[in-house]
């Protein structure tokens, strides 16, 4: 293929959504081409910013916040698995969860999910200790902090047990 007709639909590629260098690079394996002929189209698309680390990371981890409800650390490993640089990941990553609000988020689903394991346990008899712990197990496979889950989980089920001594 000719370097002309590859770049147009490499633009087109990115124009349809944000992308990291690697992503790029696959996209060009699948079209055959190789190691250092990559460098100079993946140089193109930076300089007439079409890809851009740094806007790839906050998007990639507001998306995933908001739409997977990946955590922290599970979106910060998805990052570095991608060859972006550490210390932007970190930062914009840290960023993002504090802008949307990752404890808000947690907590919301936390609520949900909690609410729906006390009626299980009342509705099929099973130890709602025991399933609180495997949901506090599964968030934290999700990527959010330990101590986060932990400690809202916790918040959670007191008040449902204050409204349940009201009632």
Known sequence: M????????????????????M????WLRKKEIEGSDCKPFIEQLQE????DE????????SDKLRFSHWGYYKIRRELLMRNLPEYPVEQI???????????????????????????????QGKNFDEEVWKLFDYFV???????????????????????????
């Open 2 to 21: 000719e370097k002309e007709k590859i770049y147009k639909q490499l633009r087109s590629y990115c124009n349809r959504a944000e992308r990291c260098p």
């Open 23 to 26: 992503d790029i690079e696959v």
């Open 48 to 51: 007439e910013g079409l890809i």
């Open 54 to 61: 740094n806007r790839f990371i906050r998007a990639f981890a």
């Open 93 to 123: 990553t840290q960023q993002v969860m504090e802008e949307e609000g990752e404890e808000e988020i947690l907590k919301h689903l936390l609520e949900k999910r909690l609410f729906l394991k006390l009626q299980e346990s009342e509705d």
């Open 141 to 167: 496979n999700k990527g959010f902090k330990k101590e986060m889950v932990v400690t809202l989980g916790k918040a959670i089920l007191n008040q449902f047990n204050q409204e349940l001594g009201q009632k």
